[in-house]
């Protein structure tokens, strides 16, 4: 298979390079906003047109900063919107799955129980709003492929939670981080992994799927204060960590209270083994040590 990876100097698209290197049977091209910019139709179809077809279309390419999207309204929507479509649209014409990649923050969190698919959406934020416009553009689209919405993403690449944390660890005796905000974290490496699995799986390739939605995080929940907590103990910190409301650390961007992803859907469809949080923490601190 020809498979194309946009963001892919990104978290994710970082660890599907870092996997894919030892894939000698598929043909993976990358490409960023440096040499593809997406939000550009005139470009992206010329850039296919000398590089097409592709069979799958992994899309790792966002506008990622929460807090600057709400005064940045128009540039979120044009990556994470405008350019789903796009992108989509030239998947439909080549015939190409696309795998797109969307967020916990499409929900208001309001809701008591983890999120299934097709549980109502209600975005808080202004980039919560863009990527709910992403997913129905690649659904309006009638886009080949499916949505992976994820949350909480973490890597030993790029800027994320756990590398601030550990910044802070190191530099400060405490920290003040919110327990009012509850999810699962997902690791980089096992989203990454967990699509390469899916391209692979039968269901993804004979499925007429057209925008399917399907969640994807790591096992468990916790607070970004016990996420903290966590980071703290596993990397022998002493800075104390206390726990406070939202509302005693105002930020831009409304977040969700409880987003909570469901994946019984993408675990029975794709038969994906998905680890906990704790283990798969440990995992990326071990490996920001090597690579440190
Ligand atoms: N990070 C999280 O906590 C989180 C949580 C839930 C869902 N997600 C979703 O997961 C996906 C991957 O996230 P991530 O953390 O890997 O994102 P990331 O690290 O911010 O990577 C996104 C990549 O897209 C590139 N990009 C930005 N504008 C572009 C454009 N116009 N054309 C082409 N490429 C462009 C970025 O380049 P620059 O860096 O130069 O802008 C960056 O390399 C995204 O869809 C995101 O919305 C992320």
Redesign the pocket.
């Known amino acids: 298979m020809k498979i194309l990876v ?8 970082t660890e599907i390079r870092m996997i894919a290197k030892y894939d000698e049977v598929n043909d993976f091209s990358y490409v ?2 440096d040499n ?4 550009n139709a005139f470009d992206v179809a010329k850039w296919f047109a000398n590089q097409g077809p592709f069979d799958v279309v992994i ?6 900063a929460v807090d600057k999207a709400e005064t940045e309204i128009k540039t979120a929507k ?3 919107s405008v ?1 789903v479509s796009i992108l989509g649209d030239i998947c439909r014409k080549m015939n190409a799955r696309m795998i797109h ?5 499409v929900f208001d969190g309001q809701n008591y129980r983890p999120y299934q698919e097709d549980d109502l959406v209600n975005p808080a934020s202004a980039y919560g709003q863009s ?1 709910l416009e992403g997913e129905l553009a690649m659904i309006q689209g009638e886009v080949p492929g499916i949505i992976l919405r ?5 890597s030993p690449y ?1 800027a ?1 939670f756990v590398k601030t944390m550990l910044r802070f660890g190191k530099e400060r005796e405490s920290l003040n981080v919110v327990f009012d905000q509850i999810g699962s974290p ?1 690791y ?1 490496h096992d989203l990454a992994e967990a699509i390469l699995q899916i391209i692979h799986h039968p269901s993804f390739q004979t499925t007429n799927w057209k925008g399917e939605i399907f969640h994807y995080s790591n096992e468990g929940v916790c607070s970004w204060y016990d996420f903290a907590l966590e980071i703290m103990e596993k990397s022998h910190l002493s800075c104390q960590i206390n726990p406070i409301r939202s509302e005693e650390y105002p930020l831009p961007a409304a977040r969700p209270h409880y987003s909570v992803l469901d994946k019984k859907k993408i675990k029975s469809t794709f038969g994906i083994h998905i680890p906990h949080w704790k283990v798969s923490l440990a995992v990326c601190l071990e490996e920001l040590k090597q690579i440190s």
């Open positions: 946009t963001g892919a100097n990104g978290q994710l698209g960023d906003v593809f910019d997406m939000t899309n790792c390419a966002a506008y990622t044009l990556v994470n350019a990649i969307s967020t916990d923050y990527k994820t949350s909480w993403l973490y790029g994320n997902t980089a």
